[in-house]
């Protein structure tokens, strides 16, 4: 009887996910030398750290000037008696 090659199989299998996207050569271009920078067959193991690092916070928007200034509006009017 042959004994198999190879490695043994994983009891629970991995997820296949593919992620696919443009950048922009000026304002991405930080992005695009940190990924030229990796290392072949590294790339997958580098971004899961850059993700576990940070990455995968949710990301909020931004306030709206505009509502900002209005805020800030209101508060000083606040203090006022018409």
Do not use: C, Y
């Amino acid at each position: 009887m042959k004994k198999k090659r190879g490695r043994k199989p994983k009891t629970i299998r991995s997820v296949r996910i593919v992620l696919s996207g443009w950048l922009h050569p000026e304002f991405d271009a930080d992005i695009l030398a940190w990924l030229a920078s990796i290392p072949k067959g590294q790339r997958m193991n580098t971004l899961k750290t850059a993700l576990r690092s940070g990455g995968m916070l949710k990301q909020t928007s931004p306030v709206e000037p505009e509502d900002d200034t209005r805020q800030a509006a209101n508060e000083i009017l606040g203090n006022w008696e018409f």
